[in-house]
């Protein structure tokens, strides 16, 4: 909570506050003064010289000017927003709140993270220990921008950095996208994480083939989750509904398709090797795309090189006795389709789903970072059932008083310092994009929250107190709007491993935000 060191006067619900009424003065109530009326109005009289009127709006609050707590607020629980965090708690005095519009904390590590990659989400265990710091506060259920502005947070603290990632997904603008049986992988990878706002996803999972546009991480943990047997998926903590409609699965192929070629993949060599491991599947390559790719790996990094060197491999070695015997056995596949480019998606006969991708040949122009995929002019249709979009996440505006880049997805910025809005900062993917994994989030935030820092120290920041997190309380409370404290965070994860361990999963995640407001009795 914010500094005691302040009081509100204003129609709050609160029955401890009284309204200023005009003229009066209000004052600090004490024993010395009920003692000694005549030592009460010298103490009076001192405390109104420290003591500054702030207006927030139909509040009115009363701030000692003593006070040096720097406020500051974060908007955004996932990656960015708790690293920002803890690089802030470095400064010996400042308190940092965390608000976060979903009841639970903890963003894509929570709702992104493929749940059989449970060693990443071990960093919760970073965050927790910053939550616990008594400078430190979380505020769930509280949608920045609708149930509170920008502007009034600003108001309330010395500082605010916006951390709320990338919340949508850039939309597959082809023909036939709107078809049942097409979604974003992002959609899909929120249904089988417990976001609740994909829990109303029904995929059909009942075609043989399903087709992801794209060649990133993302793309890879689709294809893995949707290929992996069930029985290996069910003591993680992917959702029963999800694992309901993956054990009923018909799907047996895979195809990720990208624009570009091997050398432009998107994905990780980890991702990479998990995927050619994977139980009960063999991988799909074809060695005519790979040709005269191994003459130009001296030109690229040393991860790129690895990366490729192990496509190279798989697409072009003969494998082992074992390894073969192994793929002979596989009754699923996945593959990587490079150089094409969709241009619709075939409905099928009846109009009611998809049927296939019609792709465009490419081929590549340019060199390094400038090389892009043009069409040759041939075509080509991939036949499907289900298609998945998964050629990028973007961040939407927050606040029409906050700048934002619509063409790429970013809050304008330098090095976290939103342009031409003293005060307000930007972290993680809404300021440089969505890029990178959870290291290179951690590597930005830090970053943001040391130009923050230093701007303070330079005395860029408002002077004078700030009311912090029990001015923008009352503000929620006269809307309705309860927050979710950290507390009460913990209780809702208790509640989930517990329901978890009948099953022998380390939770069964609760996915409706109804529900849990219930069970914390708001």
Known sequence: MASRCWRWWGRSAWPWTRPLSAGSTPTFGGS???????????????????????????????????????????????????????HLLKHPQAHVDIYEKQPVPFGLVRFGVAPDHPEVKNVINTFTQTAHSGRCAFWGNVEVGRDVTVPELQEAYHAVVLSYGAEDHRALDIPGAELPGVCSARAF??????????????????????????????????????????????????????????????VKTVWLVGRRGPLQVAFTIKELREMIQLPGTRPILDPVDFLGLQDRLKEVPRPRKRLTELLLRTAMEKPGPEEAARRASASRAWGLRFFRSPQQVLPSPDGRGAAGVRLAVTRLEGVGEATRAVPTGAMEDLPCGLVLSSVGYKSRPIDPSVPFDSRLGVIPNVEGRVMDVPGLYCSG??????????????????????????????????????????????????????????????????????????????????????????????
């Open 32 to 86: 010395d003064e009920v003692r000694d009326p005549a030592n009460a109005k010298a103490l009076r009289s001192k405390r109104r010289r420290m003591q500054v009127r702030v207006k927030l709006g139909k509040f009115q609050l009363l701030l000692d000017l003593r006070e040096k707590t720097p406020q500051i607020c974060v908007v955004g629980s996932g990656p960015a927003g708790f690293y920002t965090a803890q």
């Open 189 to 250: 990878v929120g249904w089988y994480n417990g976001l609740p706002e994909n829990q109303e996803l029904k995929p059909d999972l009942s075609c043989d083939t399903a087709v992801i546009l794209g060649q990133g991480n993302v793309a890879l943990d689709v294809a893995r989750i949707l290929l992996t047997p069930p029985e290996h998926l069910e003591k993680t903590d992917i959702t029963k509904a999800a694992l309901r409609v993956l054990r009923q699965s018909r």
């Open 429 to 522: 993917w809404v300021k440089r994009g969505p890029t990178g994994v959870i290291a290179t989030t951690m590597t930005d935030s830090f970053l943001t929250g040391q130009t923050l820092l230093q701007d303070l120290k330079a005395g860029l920041l408002p002077s004078g107190p700030r009311p912090g997190s029990t001015a923008i309380q009352a503000l929620l409370s006269s809307r309705g709007v309860q927050p979710v404290s950290f507390s009460d965070w913990e209780k809702l994860d208790a509640e989930e491993v517990a329901r978890g361990q009948g099953t022998g999963k380390p939770r069964e995640k609760l996915v409706d935000p109804q529900e849990m407001l219930r069970l914390l009795g708001h």
